[in-house]
């Protein structure tokens, strides 16, 4: 195990950072037909009020805003990073085999049904949370190369949810449940910050779920070889196999 070895399976999620500007470049042939209505009359219904609007105005002080705002950029990359200098392959393609479906199907979303979200139609509420650092760094992020469209299912959430999920699999109970409780934080924070629809991050959890309790089975199921079909791969195994490196078990 070496440094190309890792490069070799962690290089799909670094390939995720060039495709998401080239949404907007799909969008541009395809049409830039938006369904905010829908997703708002949705939104409505489903909690009775935009929590967007009303969450960042009610609670709008730097103590909130700052971790709200680097919650998701601090979180989402970790574990396959980790997996990646322990050098524990099983643990990495797994990962990197999870992330990619959640954010590739995400994708395939966004370009059939692009839905902008409140960042892009509506208008930010301006208060104290725009004197903090890290809502600077992320609406620099976002002028830098953000993509249009790409409100439903929220792709943050379905991120962090895959996040956790993995975690359960790899990582000691405490561990994971760190995890979990940052999962359920970026769930409120891309709400709060005026990114998303409250019915997008729900949206979101449910993708997520489906994609690694249906979709990642399957696939482990398809593309092993016929003559291991009566055996799961080693490393999409469902069950859990904590890092020994950072102790316990589940």
Do not use: K
């Amino acid at each position: 195990w070496d440094v190309l070895a890792a490069v070799r399976e962690i290089y799909p999620l670094v390939m995720l950072l060039a495709f998401w500007p080239e949404i907007d470049l799909l969008r541009d042939i395809l049409g830039h037909q938006m369904f905010d209505p829908a997703i708002q009359a949705l939104d409505l219904a489903v909690f009775g009020v935009h929590l967007h609007a009303v969450l960042l105005p009610r609670l709008d002080t730097l103590w909130i805003s700052e971790p709200m705002f680097f919650a998701y950029y601090g979180f989402i990359f970790g574990p396959p990073i980790l997996f990646a200098v322990l050098g524990h392959r099983a643990a990495l393609r797994d990962a990197t085999l999870r992330l990619m479906a959640t954010y590739l199907t995400c994708y395939a979303v966004y370009i059939a049904f692009p839905v902008y979200g409140p960042h892009f139609i509506g208008t930010p509420y301006q208060g104290p949370h725009t004197a903090g650092l890290f809502y600077h760094l992320v609406a620099a992020a976002q002028r830098i190369g953000d993509a249009h469209g790409c409100a439903f299912p929220s792709s943050h959430v379905a991120g962090v949810v895959t996040i956790a999920v993995i975690a359960w699999r790899w990582f000691p109970r405490r561990v994971a449940v760190l995890f979990t409780v940052e999962a359920l934080g970026v769930v409120v924070a891309t709400v709060y910050t005026q990114n998303h629809y409250g019915v997008d991050s729900l949206a979101g959890i449910g993708w997520a779920l489906a994609i690694q309790l249906v979709l990642v089975p399957t696939l482990a199921v398809l593309f092993q070889p016929a003559r291991r079909r009566a055996a799961p791969l080693p490393e999409l195994a469902p069950t859990w196999q904590p890092l020994d490196s950072l102790g316990g078990g589940v």
